[in-house]
Nanobody, 125 residues
């Protein structure tokens, strides 16, 4: 049973924007803090951004801070990642993740319990 599902990936030119979405079951979404991670070919999965269960606090990796914005819509059980000023090094598969029964965000992948299948983002230079 798919718990998380990402969408919104695609091909964009450098300097452009994309918005990723991640839908989750209401049960998971309402009880979890959420995060975005990414994995480029031949590299490990890296932290991108995270948000607390309430949505009141966020954190970002240094590589995306100021360009990406994480947000959530509790009514729609949907997590977003607005990505602006995209660079070629942002090319990766992007995954959303849920940290069950937790109020607090985390930058550590092992802290997350549910993962989506991923969506490809390709930035052409």
């Amino acid at each position: 049973q798919v718990q998380l599902a990402e969408s919104g990936g695609g091909l964009v030119q450098a300097g452009g924007s994309l918005t990723l979405s991640c839908t989750a079951s209401q049960r998971i979404f309402s009880s979890s803090s959420m995060g975005w991670f990414r994995q480029a070919p031949g590299k490990e999965r890296d932290f991108v951004a995270a948000i607390t269960r309430s949505g009141g606090s966020t954190r970002y990796s240094s590589s995306v801070r100021g360009r990406f914005t994480i947000s959530k819509d509790n009514a729609k059980s949907t997590l977003y990642l607005q990505m602006n000023s995209l660079k070629s090094e942002d090319t990766a598969v992007y995954y959303c993740a849920a940290r069950a029964d937790s109020m607090y965000h985390s930058a550590t992948a092992d802290d997350y319990d549910y993962w989506g299948q991923g969506t490809q983002v390709t930035v052409s230079s």
